[in-house]
């Protein structure tokens, strides 16, 4: 479950007459061409501004009205959202400059500061048309950087540009990159000239949203952002990432034994670009190294697996930067992901490993738009095919898949050699799924609802959160029916995948600081830290609020109760790629795993269950270089994991820092490690 569709897409833009009255309609819609969306942005005045936004997808989506009032320079005067955010929370915010003072209120933040002329206001919530209004107020200021409230400060750059033609109409876009909002860049394509409009707003492999009656250049346009975004990530990975050249001496290194969850001695360790080639005690040396990092007996530990994403180009780095060398995506734009596979193996992108997951979905008015969608068990099967063909080793079903073919999909799927799992299809229970052959169930709720729900409950609808959220507090833990089904899932070898970071928000209220997300808030840029303080569901009164927090604190001590039992977990997030695996880790010692644990959940039994263990997951003679270097010992202190020094994966090291740095992510290391060249000598084998 992405953490917000806004969250993922904040950044698109708009352009609009500064004299006449104008209404332009946008029609958004998923890349398989079903439509998923409307935006609409109004010019009742040449300095007032009202827009629609609607959008649903996965059963869920939030829906906004704004109203912006412009000062000369195309800043906000007043600002004011209404609407329902995509879990079903109330949206409500104002912001207004008077006497030199700009304020602003919503439900999770109350603020003001002396205004400066010039500065825009950033909203916790807003629909494209935010953006579209920074894009004019930059055109309108000729200049390229504009200064933000409450902080911030945000670039643009033209980086392409294209003639459309319609009959003998001729329009002229501009492909516009917008970075100081978010982890990384945002794109959107708008009319060129003094007062730009907002175009199209694609997000390749999701969704494109486009002026109406213009829908046939979506794909053109499509393949020329990609072409470019990918030139400017090839860039990064060029200066970014460094090839492993020879042999490498890290001395003086506490290794964390995975398989056993122990650190050992301070060890010396060599490797090469592809494999771990020694490991001697401290005081032994055999072999001729070209470079050296002195560890000063830091830890070393298995490069992490984050075994629940969805991954694209950019989210890729936060991966990297947080010491995630492998994931696993779990449903994606089939298209989007082959072609990141192959950029990762060329080298082209900084980016994990790749373990892909086959998503198939059944076709209703809920259906997720991600993986291939089926009406017919043939379709299945032919989907299944595909997946396998194209080295997919998992399949998972999702919400909206007919039932009553799962006994016959999981036992084809087991048929070819693959796993099969994922969401519990509606009308169905997870000990349902568990018999009729699912070997994995992803996400605490979708397993729990086992116990909330009955043959009439859609758990299509945002009931799958609401049922949870309402009713887990007072589940007995102890009960018959849990310890039988517990039973069950460790006599079916049954994975769980909990993704607690990801259900965080059932009880998260505005203005509440993120406990997942509290230790690094103030790392991030402005406005991820304020994001951490939205809340999403529709909490009424501090009596449900406590209900939703107990029954929160329950899906943690479940997982506890599960791995105690027996029951095999993967640490999965499904929300802020890279650093939520830090904060999934945490939640797992707080549900009473050691720390040690809780890093072989997310190392040792990663890679075993991955079916990759032969080559990753522990570090030992022989198997590949995946490592990372900790700035202390998250054996002790869980919270260390977060603090990355080194990243070693594909023959490239990379420094954490400075891939945090370019996405305006303040440094978890102060005094990094550095690679020391080293004199040649005529010692260059082993000594035995």
Same mark, same amino acid.
């Given at each position: 479950?992405?953490?917000?569709?806004?969250?993922?897409?904040?950044?698109?833009?708009?352009?609009?007459?500064?004299?006449?009255?104008?209404?332009?309609?946008?029609?958004?819609?998923?890349?398989?061409?079903?439509?998923? %969306?409307?935006?609409?942005?109004?010019?009742?005045?040449?300095?007032?501004?009202?827009?629609? @936004?609607?959008?649903?997808?996965?059963?869920?989506?939030?829906?906004?009205?704004?109203?912006?009032?412009?000062?000369?320079?195309? %800043?906000?005067?007043?600002?004011?959202?209404?609407?329902?955010?995509?879990?079903?929370?109330?949206?409500?915010?104002?912001?207004?400059?008077?006497?030199?003072?700009?304020?602003?209120?919503?439900?999770?933040?109350?603020?003001?500061?002396?205004?400066?002329?010039?500065?825009?206001?950033?909203?916790?919530?807003?629909?494209?048309?935010?953006?579209?209004?920074?894009?004019?107020?930059?055109?309108?200021?000729?200049?390229?950087?504009?200064?933000?409230?409450?902080?911030?400060?945000?670039?643009?750059?033209?980086?392409?540009?294209?003639?459309?033609?319609?009959?003998?109409? *001729?329009?002229?876009?501009?492909?516009?990159?917008?970075?100081?909002?978010?982890?990384?860049?945002?794109?959107?394509?708008?009319?060129?000239?003094?007062?730009?409009?907002?175009?199209?707003?694609?997000?390749?492999?999701?969704?494109?949203?486009?002026?109406?009656?213009?829908?046939?250049?979506?794909?053109?346009?499509?393949?020329?952002?990609?072409?470019?975004?990918?030139?400017i990530l090839k860039l990064k990975a060029q200066s970014l990432q460094k090839s492993i050249e020879g042999i490498v001496?890290?001395?003086?290194?506490?290794?964390?034994?995975?398989?056993?969850?122990?650190?050992?001695?301070?060890?010396?360790?060599?490797?090469?670009?592809?494999?771990? +080639?020694?490991?001697?005690?401290?005081?032994?040396?055999?072999?001729?190294?070209?470079?050296?990092?002195?560890?000063?007996?830091?830890?070393?530990?298995?490069?992490?697996?984050?075994?629940?994403?969805?991954?694209?180009?950019?989210?890729?780095?936060?991966?990297?930067?947080?010491?995630?060398t492998n994931i696993r995506d779990m449903g994606n734009s089939n298209r989007e992901l082959q072609e990141m596979i192959?950029?990762?193996?060329?080298?082209?992108?900084?980016?994990?490993?790749?373990?892909?997951?086959?998503?198939?979905?059944?076709?209703?008015?809920?259906?997720?738009?991600?993986?291939?969608?089926?009406?017919?068990?043939?379709?299945?099967?032919?989907?299944?095919?595909?997946?396998?063909?194209?080295?997919? *080793?998992?399949?998972?079903?999702?919400?909206?898949?007919?039932?009553?073919?799962?006994?016959? =999909?999981?036992?084809?799927?087991?048929?070819?050699?693959?796993?099969?799992?994922?969401?519990?299809?509606? @009308?169905?229970?997870?000990?349902?799924?568990?018999?009729?052959?699912?070997?994995?169930?992803?996400?605490?709720?979708?397993?729990? +609802?086992?116990?909330?729900?009955?043959?009439?409950?859609?758990?299509?609808?945002?009931? *799958?959160?609401?049922?949870?959220? $309402?009713? +887990?507090?007072?589940?007995?833990?102890?009960?018959?029916?849990?310890?039988?089904?517990?039973?069950?899932?460790?006599?079916?070898?049954?994975?769980?995948?909990?993704?607690?970071?990801? !259900?965080? !928000?059932?009880?998260?209220?505005?203005?509440?600081?993120?406990?997942?997300?509290?230790?690094?808030?103030?790392?991030?840029?402005?406005?991820?830290?304020?994001?951490?303080?939205?809340?999403?569901?529709?909490?009424?009164?501090?009596?449900?609020?406590?209900?939703?927090?107990?029954?929160?604190?329950?899906?943690?001590?479940?997982?506890?109760?599960?791995?105690?039992?027996?029951?095999?977990?993967?640490?999965? =997030?499904?929300?802020?790629?890279?650093?939520? +695996?830090?904060?999934?880790?945490?939640?797992?010692? $707080?549900?009473?795993?050691?720390?040690?644990?809780?890093?072989?959940?997310?190392?040792?039994?990663?890679?075993?269950?991955?079916?990759?263990?032969?080559?990753?997951?522990?570090?030992?003679?022989?198997?590949?270089?995946?490592?990372?270097?900790?700035?202390?010992?998250? =054996?002790?202190?869980?919270?260390?994991?977060?603090?990355?020094?080194?990243?070693?994966?594909?023959?490239?090291?990379?420094?954490?820092?400075?891939?945090?740095?370019?996405?305006?992510?303040?440094?978890?290391?102060?005094?990094?490690?550095?690679?020391?060249?080293?004199?040649?000598?005529?010692?260059?084998?082993?000594?035995?």
């Open positions: 479950m992405p953490s917000s569709f806004l969250a993922l897409v904040l950044g698109a833009c708009c352009a609009l007459h500064a004299s006449a009255s104008e209404k332009i309609t946008y029609n958004i819609w998923m890349e398989n061409g079903l439509q998923a %969306g409307t935006q609409t942005i109004e010019r009742k005045t040449p300095l007032t501004v009202h827009t629609q @936004f609607d959008f649903k997808e996965n059963g869920r989506g939030p829906s906004y009205q704004e109203v912006y009032r412009l000062d000369a320079l195309g %800043g906000f005067k007043d600002f004011s959202i209404n609407g329902i955010s995509e879990m079903g929370s109330i949206v409500k915010e104002q912001f207004h400059v008077k006497n030199g003072l700009a304020s602003w209120h919503s439900n999770a933040e109350n603020g003001s500061k002396a205004f400066i002329k010039g500065q825009v206001y950033i909203p916790m919530n807003s629909s494209w048309a935010l953006n579209a209004l920074l894009i004019e107020a930059l055109k309108k200021r000729k200049t390229t950087t504009l200064a933000l409230l409450p902080s911030g400060r945000l670039s643009l750059q033209s980086i392409a540009k294209t003639t459309l033609k319609k009959g003998k109409l *001729r329009k002229q876009v501009e492909l516009l990159m917008q970075t100081g909002l978010g982890l990384s860049p945002q794109f959107f394509w708008a009319s060129t000239g003094p007062r730009p409009r907002l175009f199209a707003v694609i997000l390749p492999g999701y969704s494109l949203m486009v002026q109406q009656g213009w829908e046939e250049y979506l794909t053109e346009l499509n393949q020329r952002q990609s072409d470019a975004e990918k030139k001496l890290i001395k003086n290194v506490k290794l964390f034994q995975s398989e056993t969850g122990t650190i050992s001695e301070p060890s010396n360790l060599y490797f090469n670009k592809d494999y771990i +080639l020694g490991i001697y005690p401290q005081e032994v040396m055999p072999l001729q190294a070209s470079f050296e990092i002195d560890a000063k007996e830091r830890v070393l530990l298995p490069g992490l697996f984050d075994m629940h994403t969805h991954i694209n180009r950019w989210s890729a780095m936060y991966s990297i930067a947080a010491g995630v192959r950029e990762v193996n060329a080298g082209d992108i900084i980016s994990p490993r790749i373990l892909a997951a086959g998503l198939i979905e059944g076709v209703s008015e809920y259906s997720s738009y991600d993986g291939i969608l089926i009406e017919t068990l043939e379709q299945a099967k032919h989907a299944i095919d595909w997946y396998k063909g194209n080295g997919y *080793r998992h399949i998972k079903l999702y919400n909206s898949f007919p039932k009553e073919m799962v006994q016959a =999909t999981t036992d084809y799927a087991h048929s070819l050699g693959l796993s099969i799992g994922g969401h519990v299809p509606a @009308f169905m229970t997870s000990k349902e799924a568990v018999e009729q052959g699912f070997n994995e169930i992803n996400h605490i709720n979708q397993l729990l +609802l086992t116990f909330l729900v009955n043959a009439q409950t859609d758990t299509r609808t945002l009931d *799958r959160f609401y049922l949870p959220a $309402q009713k +887990l507090a007072d589940l007995d833990v102890d009960s018959k029916e849990v310890k039988d089904f517990i039973n069950l899932l460790v006599q079916k070898k049954v994975v769980v995948d909990p993704t607690l970071t990801a !259900f965080e !928000f059932i009880h998260l209220q505005d203005g509440e600081m993120s406990k997942a997300y509290e230790t690094i808030a103030h790392h991030m840029p402005p406005d991820i830290e304020r994001s951490f303080k939205v809340g999403s569901m529709l909490i009424p009164d501090e009596a449900t609020a406590q209900v939703y927090r107990k029954s929160y604190l329950k899906m943690i001590e479940l997982t506890g109760l599960l791995y105690r039992s027996g029951v095999p977990l993967v640490a999965g =997030t499904d929300a802020l790629p890279g650093f939520s +695996l830090h904060s999934e880790l945490a939640l797992y010692v $707080q549900a009473g795993l050691t720390p040690s644990e809780a890093l072989k959940i997310a190392t040792f039994d990663a890679a075993k269950i991955a079916g990759v263990d032969r080559e990753l997951g522990a570090i030992k003679v022989g198997k590949l270089a995946d490592m990372i270097l900790i700035d202390g010992d998250p =054996t002790l202190n869980i919270e260390d994991v977060r603090k990355v020094d080194l990243v070693i994966s594909k023959g490239k090291y990379i420094f954490p820092n400075e891939v945090n740095e370019s996405m305006g992510v303040k440094a978890f290391v102060s005094k990094p490690s550095f690679i020391k060249k080293l004199p040649k000598t005529e010692l260059n084998t082993f000594l035995n």
